[in-house]
């Protein structure tokens, strides 16, 4: 699992690409100066990338009471956490993108908590997700089946 992370900053361009494998995560991270270093990390196998787990949701078979547990891992902060996701029943939202029927699903890592909101039709994508970490509300802008 290959990643990249671009972020624009007034200074510069930002990047940081991973890549996953084996129980390992390999960053190569490019400052705003266009300064390049690599770091390999350990970390669980079945470890995902942090900022994917909203897309991984899309693919559990949700359902009202379903419960997992699943390692996540932010690169560059090296933040690794064990979150339990559990689906907390299903909740009408509206979000700039319209009105959707959703499962309501609360992410514990005991530290923080955060809630994501996947709609219940196929493809089943994902409506609104609070950030604990940065404090962020993400909602969906737009939609086309």
């Known amino acids: 699992q290959r990643q990249m992370c671009i972020r624009?900053?007034?200074?510069?361009v930002e990047r940081v690409t991973t890549t996953y494998e084996s129980g390992q995560v390999d960053m190569e991270l490019t400052t705003t100066e266009d300064v390049t270093t690599y770091q390999?990390?350990?970390i669980p196998s079945d470890a995902r990338d942090r900022r994917t787990v909203g897309m991984l949701l899309r693919t559990l078979p949700l359902e009202a009471g379903y419960a997992a547990h699943l390692n996540r891992y932010l690169p560059v902060a090296d933040l690794l956490d064990?979150?339990?996701?559990?689906?907390?029943?299903s909740e009408e939202v509206t979000v700039?993108?319209?009105?959707?029927?959703?499962?309501?699903i609360e992410l514990d890592t005991?530290?923080?908590?955060?809630?994501?909101w996947i709609a219940t039709e196929p493809p089943y994508p994902l409506i609104k997700y609070t950030d604990s970490l940065n404090g962020g509300?993400?909602?969906?802008?737009?939609?086309?089946p």
Do not use: I, N, Y
């Open 8 to 12: 624009d900053r007034a200074g510069g």
């Open 96 to 104: 700039p993108a319209g009105t959707f029927d959703t499962w309501r």
């Open 40 to 42: 390999r990390v350990r």
């Open 82 to 89: 064990r979150v339990t996701l559990s689906v907390k029943g």
């Open 110 to 116: 005991r530290a923080a908590q955060e809630e994501v």
């Open 137 to 144: 509300l993400f909602e969906l802008e737009s939609f086309t």
